[in-house]
């Protein structure tokens, strides 16, 4: 069987003081730093391997438990999950909310999320939607997708982090007076966000209307994704999408629920039909070595070591 979607926690909708500034420009959080330089890691060979974390529940810092025989890193990209866009009924604008637990990773980045950068692994933060009729493919105007392109971008600078990744899930569309998804909305939103950070990660969880709204008066923003991925866990599926095959992954696993042979299976697929990402959700707390090497054994030749 696999998952549908995600069995998550759901992120409250939560604005936080700090979600306050960015969306109504106030100063950013003092003493906020940028990203340092990461450390040299081992040169690893093979697919970009991904990892989701609910941080509701576990700590992100757990992606940076893994590592290979050499010493290399077993995952590279850490995904925070989640943050929302949510919908303010007295302004009708739409603005990025982060949940305790979120705010709580950001606001100590330092020991959060400075340690896995330094080793050498990106941390982007997942938006999802919150139920309040503010989605990814619904900005009514040009000038409402950059307002919130520019808090996204904001929040990547001020706690440094190395990306977006976006999840058009439970936005539910026409809650609160909202508009129903339009054409124009999220090639707006894509075409802010890579203008406003140039170098850094834009990934598209491949799901939900904005995902199927690439393109509008003749602009196509697919070509501006790092990344796109398979949303259903245990299966394999090709995002339909026009990019090379070395920035998608097929595969989708859940860490202590897909099977290992399948997550194994999966990973031999990857290699062996050559697409360069291999995404993974729900890295928990536990020793899940034997999870991971599953994988890492096909991806990179490789067992994988937990340290706590």
């Given at each position: 069987?696999?998952?549908?979607?995600?069995?998550?926690?759901?992120?409250?909708?939560?604005?936080?003081?700090?979600?306050?500034?960015?969306?109504?420009?106030?100063?950013?959080?003092?003493?906020?730093?940028?990203?340092?330089?990461?450390?040299?890691?081992?040169?690893?060979?093979?697919?970009?391997?991904?990892?989701?974390?609910?941080?509701?529940?576990?700590?992100?810092?757990?992606?940076?438990?893994?590592?290979?025989?050499?010493?290399?890193?077993?995952?590279?990209?850490?995904?925070?999950?989640?943050?929302?866009?949510?919908?303010?009924?007295?302004?009708?604008?739409?603005?990025?909310?982060?949940?305790?637990?979120?705010?709580?990773?950001?606001?100590?980045?330092?020991?959060?999320?400075?340690?896995?950068?330094?080793?050498?692994?990106?941390?982007?933060?997942?938006?999802?939607?919150?139920?309040?009729?503010?989605?990814?493919?619904?900005?009514p105007t040009e000038q409402a997708a950059s307002a919130f392109a520019k808090q996204l971008s904001d929040t990547v600078a001020e706690y440094g982090l190395d990306g977006i990744d976006f999840d058009d899930e439970y936005a539910e569309y026409g809650n609160n007076g909202t508009g129903q998804p339009n054409d124009s909305s999220f090639v707006h939103l894509v075409t802010a966000l890579r203008a406003n950070m140039p170098d850094k990660i834009i990934s598209l969880y491949n799901i939900g209307p904005a995902a199927s709204r690439l393109s509008y008066g003749g602009v196509d923003v697919t070509s501006t994704f790092d990344y796109a991925w398979n949303p259903y866990y245990g299966t394999w599926q090709v995002p339909g999408m026009a990019l090379p095959k070395s920035?998608?992954?097929?595969?989708?696993?859940?860490?202590?629920?897909t099977a290992q042979s399948t997550a194994a299976d999966f990973a031999r697929r990857t290699v062996g039909e050559g697409y360069?990402?291999?995404?993974?959700?729900?890295?928990?707390?536990?020793?899940?070595?034997?999870?991971?090497?599953?994988?890492?054994?096909e991806l990179y030749g490789s067992d994988a070591d937990y340290t706590p």
């Open positions: 069987m696999f998952t549908p979607v995600r069995r998550r926690m759901r992120t409250a909708a939560l604005a936080l003081s700090a979600v306050a500034a960015l969306a109504f420009g106030t100063t950013a959080t003092p003493g906020a730093a940028a990203a340092p330089a990461p450390a040299p890691a081992p040169t690893k060979q093979g697919p970009t391997s991904v990892a989701y974390v609910e941080v509701n529940n576990n700590s992100i810092l757990n992606v940076g438990k893994y590592t290979l025989a050499d010493g290399g890193n077993a995952f590279d990209v850490a995904v925070i999950f989640a943050a929302n866009i949510n919908y303010d009924t007295g302004t009708k604008a739409a603005y990025l909310s982060f949940n305790e637990n979120v705010q709580r990773v950001l606001d100590n980045a330092a020991t959060e999320i400075r340690p896995l950068q330094q080793k050498g692994i990106k941390v982007v933060l997942s938006v999802l939607g919150n139920h309040q009729g503010a989605g990814f493919a619904n900005f920035k998608l992954s097929p595969a989708a696993v859940e860490i202590g629920r360069g990402v291999y995404l993974t959700y729900n890295l928990d707390g536990a020793d899940r070595s034997a999870d991971v090497s599953a994988f890492t054994r």
